[in-house]
């Protein structure tokens, strides 16, 4: 194990940090708990000479915790219910996926 995941792993299994949540498959219905960190970044979308800012829903999920998300899977943190949309994006290490997420 590197150092770099070894931060990681003590990053997520820190309550401050991180929320436990329940991803769902689409296809399968199987489960799995996992530990995410929520982010909701504003996005800023141009059309023409107009610019939107919209709110988003992200989070980043351990790819030891969730090796092969999918568009469309269900991720369920408290009474919150999100569907995975877009392609699940890896970083550079290959560690953690940022996921897109928009309210079931």
């Given at each position: 194990m590197t150092v770099f995941a070894?931060?990681?792993d003590r990053i997520y299994a820190n309550p401050s940090m991180a929320a436990a949540a329940v991803w769902i498959s689409a296809t399968t219905s199987e489960e799995r708990p996992i530990r995410v960190?929520?982010?909701a970044p504003d996005r800023i979308t141009e059309f023409g000479a107009a610019r939107f800012v919209s709110d988003t829903t992200m989070v980043?999920?351990?790819v030891s915790d969730l090796p092969d998300p999918r568009s469309g899977d269900l991720i369920v943190i408290g009474t919150d219910s999100f569907t995975i949309q877009g392609e699940p994006v890896r970083d550079r290490e290959r560690l953690i996926w940022s996921l897109d997420l928009r309210p079931s």
């Open positions: 070894a931060a990681m960190i929520r982010r980043d999920v351990r």
